[in-house]
């Protein structure tokens, strides 16, 4: 009661779940040299409480990340190999990834006061380039949920014991996690393709001149800021973009990307369904639908924006790929298998050599056919090695 009193008196409110905002952000090294790949190494279980929380941070962060156009580096291999190398340079060499994402947690605790409780989990990590060390992005956060309230009246002590020991659960902590690696994912640039979009479909922008040439339109400067990282100027643009030309799609599918690094879903969304309503053959905005509902968990709606984007855009390799996790997240593992069979088909067609053999492995791990396995194996094997397409030959 005491400790809810004097939050009152501070005017801090007990019950937001955002009290503190992201620290830090990417640094000059970062903007002369996006990393191209980000491999996850454990994080520390510092901090007060001793949760255990730094592996499922871990993986919330892999999970926020791997959306991202960089290539990632899966936890398990990063582990095995880890526990083999000796120092950063030699384990970026090893898992030919470009940097390293370490830290630790900074708070791990729960509290229980009978009327009130917090559980409450922060981070400490940094992005650092594997060959010599040096720090291209920093992020220090702590994301807490409370519950319970000042029992004015013996109504209001029940509810808020109820309230508290409910705020204790299991489910409250992970969802504490992952909004912190959501936070501090929104923080890092994905300066190597655009959320959302296949990059069969349109290659990565590069940054911006000093000064842009008069040619260019405001959707133009707001897509090669959005690829440079500088999400407020690309905002800036994209408002005068659809200030001119309200019905422009790619303007407002630009849009919905900001507001989905933003962490404005609901926004987000909006701005893809208009996207939709003025350009209707805009594969990259049923994507975008796609991925927000399979992140919601609403299997059902993410497969029919899939399966319209690859109307749109048959050779997708992202929508293929999703559309594999929407329907294994549905329970439907042989449809699961044939959208990653076309996954593969269609990033070695785009050349993406890296996210064909993703596909391949979601194969194996999904029991496809053998006969599938293999075609895309061998496919795979010619196109790496330079004799030949890989595909029907």
Known sequence: MLSLLALAACGVDPLDPLATRVEGGVTE????????CIALLPLKDGGGGGGGGGGDLRRALYGHLAPQGRRDVELKRVDVEAGRTGNHADLGRTLGCSALLTGH???DASQYLGVWSRVAVGAEVRVVRA?????????????????????????????????????MGDRIRLSVIDRLAQDLVATIPDDVEAPFQDP???????????????????????????????HAEARRQVDLAL??????????????????????????????????????ARADAYSALGALALERGETERAVAAFQMALEREPSSGFAYHHLGLALHEGGDAAGAATAHYGAGLA??????YGRAARSLRSLADLGAPAEDIRLLEQALARAVTGTGTGIGN
Do not use: C
Request: glycine share 10%.
């Open 29 to 36: 090294a970062w903007r002369k040299g996006p990393p191209d």
């Open 243 to 280: 200030a001119a030309t309200p019905h422009d799609g790619q303007a407002l599918a630009l849009k919905g990307r900001l507001l989905v690094h933003a962490g404005d879903r609901a926004g987000a969304e909006q701005a893809f369904l208009s996207a939709i309503a003025a350009d209707p």
């Open 200 to 230: 069969a479909s349109s290659p990565p922008v590069k940054a911006p001149p000093a000064k842009a040439s008069p040619a260019i339109t405001p959707r133009d400067q707001a897509e090669r800021a959005f690829a440079a990282g500088d």
């Open 131 to 167: 060959d010599d060390g040096v720090v291209l992005w920093t992020g220090r956060h702590t994301v807490a949920s409370n519950g319970g309230a000042i029992p004015l009246s013996p109504i209001a002590l029940a509810m808020g014991v109820y309230d508290a020991a409910r705020n």
């Open 105 to 107: 947690l900074v708070e």
């Open 347 to 352: 990033y070695l067609k785009a050349g993406d």
